[in-house]
């Protein structure tokens, strides 16, 4: 697939398919599933006009949805602006060592500039090497250690 050429658009109520078929991929790629009820409830919520927090941008090559991402914008108490999760970030194997994995993020910055975000982090695995090249360019590696119940 030739996906030299692709557009960045929000992600909108007509894509639930395309979406649901492409997070399911990223879902599948961390050993994980969620039900139909999660899928559904978190389209409606980046969808959503009136919820600002939860945000979603994809990338397209003609009608075929080839990227996403989800970002989260919350309140921080070290800092008077929001913070932004980046939570989720998948490219189509396909379309990949293209510039769409680094476009995402950089519409997430963007995002995060235009609302003040003095901060965009996220997470990966130590084994996810691919993606990890790409974040060791265009951000830096902190020295917090996740912990989760």
Partial sequence: ?????????????????????????????????????????????????????????????????IGLVHFIFHPDNWNIEEDCYLQDLFVAETARGRGIGRSLIEAVYAKADERGSPSVYWLTEKTNKQARALYDKIAHETSFIEYSR
């Fill in 1 to 65: 697939m030739d996906v030299s050429v692709f557009e960045l658009r929000e992600l909108n109520e007509d894509d639930f398919d395309k979406w649901r078929e492409l997070w399911g991929v990223y879902l599948a790629f961390y050993n994980s599933t969620v039900n139909e009820l999660v899928y559904e409830t978190t389209f409606g919520r980046l969808v959503s006009k009136d919820n600002t927090a939860q945000n979603a941008i994809v990338a397209c090559k003609s009608k075929e949805m």
